[in-house]
């Protein structure tokens, strides 16, 4: 009996021993995975900030990128400003020299008096018309006015500008050298954004303007005659392409130059 009591404790304690190895190695097992998934873990901590550094230091650099920008933006928008007011300021002067020519005498056409017709398209060679009378969206991101004083004729650089009608030279300004494109950050504010301009008195109030000159052949005091050329056409001034800004003003009031040209 003690000897077959003895075997089955032997049994037992070798079973007991089995299961405790079973249970050792799966405890070693379980602990390998754990080393394995604690290394995964603390690899994908390091990216994890290695990316929040990064991002942050794209977030900063972001912030002073947009801190210039803004700054940029206000000088830009300063700039801007300043040109619609040079504009404002010519604008008045050319309602002015028209309501002049308009009091001094109904002959102030040199001897031409516009008594109503169709005026002669001021660059018959015109490609298009970019721009008409009245409002619009300020081009170029920008540069030019949003109330448009007349209408924009696209032509090549140099095309002939001819006189719509007969008449006097009123006005000539003819220094401005910035014959190019412009863009917001290269305004041009010669002759208050027209660059270089002509206005021609017609009589009866009528005067034409004629601006973004790249030259310009006539002088103040002479009389030109319906079709004669008196400049071509350029980019001077807050212009972005070349092209004839041509106005109308009766009786020093800007009016829509279309109503006065042929199709």
Known sequence: ???????KIADYDTKLLEQIDEQKTAIENSKSELETKQSELSEKQAQLKTEELRLSNAKANKNKYVSQLTDEQKALQEQIDKYNEEMQAVEKEFQELARQAASSSS???????????????PCPNYSRISSYFGGRSSPGGGVGSRNH?????AASH???????????VIKVSNTCSHDYGKTPSTRCGCGGGYGNYLMISHGNGLVTLYAHCA?????VGQTVSRGQQIATVGSTGYSTGNHLHFGVLLN???VNPMSYLGN
């Open 158 to 168: 140099g095309t002939a500008i001819i006189a719509a009608e007969g008449g006097t």
């Open 215 to 219: 030259s310009i052949s006539v002088s």
């Open 107 to 121: 002959s102030s056409g040199g001897g031409y008096v516009y008594t109503g017709g169709e005026l002669q398209w």
């Open 149 to 153: 004083k007349g209408i924009d004729l």
């Open 252 to 254: 020093g009031t800007y």
């Open 1 to 7: 009996s003690k000897y077959y009591i003895i075997g």
